[in-house]
C-alpha cells in the first residue's frame, strides 16, 4: 500500500509540473504508471492534470479491468496499446503540448521520423518518432495505429492531436515527453533557417555509445 500511495502522489506531483508549466491546459493530458502488483494507475476523464487527487485516480488490476476511483481517462486504450507491447514500459504520458501538437499538423513532414536530429538528447531520449495517422477522438482504430507502432517506437505524435510516450519509469516518459516537446519548439523556430541536424554518423554513433535500439 505504501508504494501504491507513493505512484500515486507521483502521478499528481509530475501532473501538476507539466500543468504549471503550459505543457498541457484545461482537462487534457493524461498519465499512467504500472503498479507493483502489475495494475495500473491512470487519471481520470476530464481532470485537470493541475488539481489532481491522489485517492480519486483510477485504478486497474493487472487483468486491465478498471476497479477503484474516478472514472478513466477516454484515451486509456492509448496507454493499454503501449503497455501491451512494451514490457518494459513502467508509465505512460500523453499530452496535447501546444509546439509537438503544431508539428504533428504540419503537411509536409516525415511520417516514418517526424522531427530530424537536432540534439544529441532528443536522439538518446526519443530517437525516431512516427508520426500516427489521424483518428477521431475515441476511434479504436487509433489503439490499433498505436499498437502496431508500440514495439518499435516508445515516443510517437499522432496527426492533429499530441504525443504519446512511454518509459520505465515516470519520471523517464515525462523527460523524454518534455524532450520532445523542446525539440518540436527549435524545429518550428527554425523554419525559416538553414539547419546543422546531426549526421547520420552522429547519430549512429550516439545509438552505440548509449545502446539505444
Known amino acids: 500500500m505504501h508504494d501504491l500511495n507513493r505512484l500515486r502522489d507521483e502521478v499528481c506531483r509530475v501532473g ?3 500543468f504549471q508549466r503550459g505543457l498541457t491546459s484545461g482537462s487534457t493530458g493524461n ?4 503498479t507493483p502488483d502489475g495494475g495500473w494507475l491512470m487519471t481520470p476523464t476530464n481532470a485537470s492534470l493541475g488539481n489532481l487527487d491522489p485517492s480519486r485516480l483510477s485504478l486497474f488490476d493487472a ?5 477503484d476511483g474516478d472514472a478513466p481517462t477516454k484515451e486509456s ?3 493499454f496499446s503501449m503497455y501491451g507491447e512494451r514490457p518494459d514500459a513502467g508509465a505512460v504520458v ?3 503540448s501546444t509546439h509537438s501538437t503544431a ?3 504540419m503537411a509536409d513532414v516525415d511520417p516514418e521520423d517526424v522531427l530530424p536530429a537536432l540534439t544529441a538528447y532528443y536522439v538518446m531520449r526519443v530517437g525516431r518518432l512516427p508520426l500516427v495517422p489521424y483518428y477521431a477522438p475515441g ?3 487509433l489503439a490499433e495505429a498505436v499498437r502496431s507502432l508500440a514495439s518499435r517506437h516508445h515516443a510517437m505524435l499522432l496527426a492533429n492531436h499530441g504525443p504519446v510516450v512511454a518509459g520505465t519509469s515516470l519520471a523517464n516518459a515525462q523527460y523524454a515527453t518534455e524532450e520532445l516537446e523542446e525539440t518540436a519548439k527549435l524545429f518550428l523556430m527554425l523554419q525559416n533557417h538553414a539547419k546543422r541536424v546531426l549526421t547520420p554518423e552522429q547519430v549512429a554513433d550516439l545509438r552505440r555509445r548509449f545502446a539505444l535500439p
Do not use: T
Open 16 to 18: 501538476q509540473s507539466l
Open 77 to 79: 486504450f492509448l496507454h
Open 31 to 34: 498519465i499512467s504508471v504500472r
Open 63 to 67: 487483468e486491465g479491468r478498471f476497479v
Open 103 to 105: 508539428v504533428s499538423i
Open 139 to 141: 476511434d479504436q482504430a
Open 94 to 96: 500523453h499530452l496535447h
